[in-house]
């Protein structure tokens, strides 16, 4: 935590001038410029042998503490990158920023929260907070104080996304994230508990509606034989067919699949989206079918251990290269697959929809909802029921039917 460009410097230090009668220190992010020192509170007090311990301990109370003090750390830091960005960096511009806290406004926590996401290596997280600020700047600027985002502000904000074509679900992320932000900020001490906007009573966030994304048996069948004569066609429809067979992997999981993933006829893989937020890695187990085998056989890398399956990623990118690579193949697969669905009379079929018709195809087949939560990588039920919810509203139409069939 130690940034230090065209002079000007910033780190966390112990303020040990000023302990406290606990006999602890407040920790302080240090500026310095022209060799004048400017101090910003991070709330946190450690005792001279705790900051020794801090960079390097796995006691959790203080593991929690450094993740606050770098939390703090990246605030100020972006708020002098994005000052001396602009030409305009003095201690007074900055302190004026500041306000002698960490935190100022929603858009210098929202650039902190991109750069730590950006340093741990989470480009996806990362590009959505990006997304999201992108937008809130349209909408009211690039100096967004806490105390302006109130519930009837949250209620004009979604209007204008809305305004600029944005599907309810699209609308719901961005608030999300937006409150996620304030959590952060409030945690802090940067705004207060009756200033928080969120919550019963509040302004509560509208989930989308549930898109209509299974399929069904016979349907992936005609997709399963469709052909145009392309080999882009076939090659985009069988990595799509992959997708669906493998329990609905996502592209994300399957780009990043090696031989050494099969294991006794299994693939082994832990999902990316939630190996980081479980205590317990979960691993799921897909038997490799004959029609998986033919799509390995057809496209996949010659066989050896180390070799990912497909041909997409070559092992040497970083995280925001294999990003990119995701997302071009996500693209290019749902481009194609458009064009088969329009052609076969289906809709838009797209990697979700891979995804959905797995757990939907397998729900009515009779198969046990735990299973299908298990084979999805689901950490809970819930989340299952709400992928099935669309399939069971099909079950209530087909029987109201049934009762006016005399």
């Known amino acids: 935590m130690n940034y230090s460009k065209d002079g000007i410097t910033v780190a966390p230090m112990l303020d040990t001038t000023h302990p406290k009668k606990s006999g602890r220190c407040p920790v302080k992010i240090r500026v310095t410029y022209n060799r004048v020192r400017y101090y910003y509170p991070t709330g946190k007090d450690l005792t001279p042998e705790e900051w020794e311990m801090l960079p390097t301990t796995k006691a959790r109370a203080l593991v929690a503490v450094r993740k606050d003090i770098e939390s703090s750390y990246q605030i100020v830091r972006a708020a002098v990158e994005e000052l001396a960005a602009s030409g305009g960096f003095s201690l007074d511009t900055l302190n004026n920023r500041l306000k002698g806290a960490a935190v100022d406004t929603v858009n210098t926590m929202f650039r902190a929260k991109i750069e730590e996401l950006k340093k741990v290596g989470r480009v996806g997280s990362m590009l959505v907070y990006d997304n999201v600020l992108k937008g809130l700047e349209r909408f009211a600027g690039a100096h967004i104080r806490f105390e302006a985002v109130t519930v009837s502000w949250l ?135 004959a029609r998986m085998q033919a799509i390995i056989n057809r496209w996949g890398n010659p066989f050896r251990s180390d070799n990912f399956i497909f041909p997409i990623l070559d092992g040497q990118e970083d995280a925001m290269r294999r990003k990119m690579k995701t997302l071009y193949i996500t693209r290019a697969i749902n481009k194609r697959m458009k064009e088969v669905g329009e052609q076969l009379g289906i809709g838009n079929i797209s990697t979700y929809t891979a995804r959905h018709s797995f757990a939907t195809v397998l729900k009515r087949a009779g198969t046990n909802i735990a299973y299908i939560s298990e084979s999805l990588g689901h950490q809970d039920l819930r989340t299952t029921e709400n992928y099935l919810a669309s399939f069971e509203r099909e079950e209530r139409i087909k029987n109201a039917e049934l009762l006016t069939k005399f």
Do not use: M
């Open 155 to 289: 209620g004009r904000y979604a209007d204008f996304l809305r305004k600029e074509g944005k599907t309810q679900t699209t609308i719901a992320i961005h608030l999300r994230h937006l409150r996620a932000i304030l959590n952060e900020a409030k945690r802090l001490g940067s705004i207060k508990d009756a200033q928080y906007p969120f919550g019963r009573g509040r302004y509560e966030i509208q989930a989308g509606e549930g898109r209509k994304l299974a399929l069904t048996l016979e349907q992936i069948g005609q997709i399963a034989n469709y052909e145009d004569g392309t080999e882009a066609t076939a090659k985009y429809r069988d990595y799509w067919l992959f997708l669906y067979l493998c329990n609905g992997i996502n592209v994300a999981d399957f780009v990043k699949l090696r031989y050494r993933d099969i294991v006794n006829g299994e693939i082994c893989f832990v999902r990316q989206k939630t190996e980081r937020t479980t205590k317990t890695r979960k691993e799921i187990r897909v038997v490799v079918t």
